[in-house]
């Protein structure tokens, strides 16, 4: 991974990665109505077999980029355990949306997980990341979020 300038942070990038968890609740409730209607990993193997089907048309439908001249360096062996954490994160939150904690409640535990192992990533420079300092704003920005999660699931207690 190359580490961008967060000066010039382009809005386009805000609005994908916005979008970009829009998706991961549509996929969390999809996974957890397949996990409910047959178990968890029924839900990670269809997942999986529709996103290769999609990744196998989108390689067929985008257009190809010409093959850089340069030599690329190999990537390192830790890049490919992706798919393991993609599989658990699907038998994982389509066990957890049908828990009482449900959509909301998993989609604000995960953004906390998430958030925290950030934090860790960046404070320790893991997987390639560069070291960063973690300031009292990482985790005043870490205590609204858990703030948050707990006000969710505290809300949807009361409400059933």
């Given amino acids: 991974m190359h ?6 942070a382009h809005p386009l990038g805000f609005l994908i990665a916005f979008g970009t968890g829009g998706l991961l609740a549509l996929m969390v409730q999809f996974n957890g109505a397949l996990a409910h209607h047959g178990n968890s ?5 269809t997942a999986h077999a529709t996103g290769t089907v999609a990744a196998l048309l989108f390689l067929l439908v985008l257009p190809r980029r010409r093959a850089s001249v340069e030599p690329r360096p190999p990537a390192p062996l ?9 599989a658990a994160t699907v038998v994982l939150s389509s066990m957890a949306v049908n828990s009482p904690a449900g959509l909301p409640g998993t989609l604000a535990l995960g953004l906390a997980g998430q958030l925290v192992f ?3 990533a ?13 300031t009292y704003r990482d985790f005043a920005a870490l205590a609204l979020v858990l703030a948050g ?12």
């Fill in 3 to 8: 580490p961008t300038s967060q000066n010039h």
């Fill in 41 to 45: 990993l029924f839900s990670s193997w």
């Fill in 78 to 86: 830790w890049a490919y355990l992706g798919g393991l954490s993609g």
């Fill in 118 to 120: 950030g934090l860790v």
């Fill in 122 to 134: 960046d404070g320790w420079g893991l997987f390639g990341l560069p070291k960063r300092r973690i």
């Fill in 149 to 160: 999660s707990l006000l969710i699931l505290l809300a949807g207690k009361a409400a059933s």
